[in-house]
């Protein structure tokens, strides 16, 4: 008849590159499927609201400072040049729209005047960051 074998061989060692490409698979799962927002690199101070809410997609973010700086992205623009940059970016964006962050210091003209070139531009939705009001809050 038949004969088996045995075989009864003891494990010297572990293979860990499996386990590496696991746990590097992973990894990169987890950094492809979570999402989070990047804060921006320019110090403002927006308002507090009572109905602030979160934004679902990807708008053009426009940033107005208290020194008079005006931002398109993280990008720098001259006040002359701020209705062209805004056009160029909006041009070939899925979406058109506009959130306008600015500091609570900031001049309502100056927030309307950016409002105005953003919707010649071409944004469909304009909206205006506010902070979620905190009991708390120091200034």
């Known amino acids: 008849m ?53 934004a679902k997609e990807e708008p053009l973010v426009l940033t107005l400072t208290r020194a008079g700086e005006y931002y398109v992205g993280n990008e720098k623009v001259a006040k002359n040049d701020l209705g062209t940059a805004i056009a160029a970016r909006l041009r070939n964006a899925p979406l058109k729209s506009v959130v306008v962050r600015g500091d609570e210091e900031v001049p309502l003209g100056r927030l309307v005047e950016v409002m105005d070139l953003a919707r010649k531009g071409g944004a469909e939705k304009l909206a205006i960051a506010t902070e979620e009001k905190r009991s708390g809050r120091r200034r």
């Open 2 to 54: 038949f004969q088996f074998r045995s075989n009864d061989r003891t494990i010297q060692s572990l293979e860990t590159s499996a386990m590496a490409d696991i746990v590097f698979l992973l990894l990169i799962f987890f950094l492809l499927s979570s999402s989070f927002i990047l804060p921006t690199q320019i110090p403002v101070n927006p308002p507090d609201s009572d109905s602030a809410v979160t």
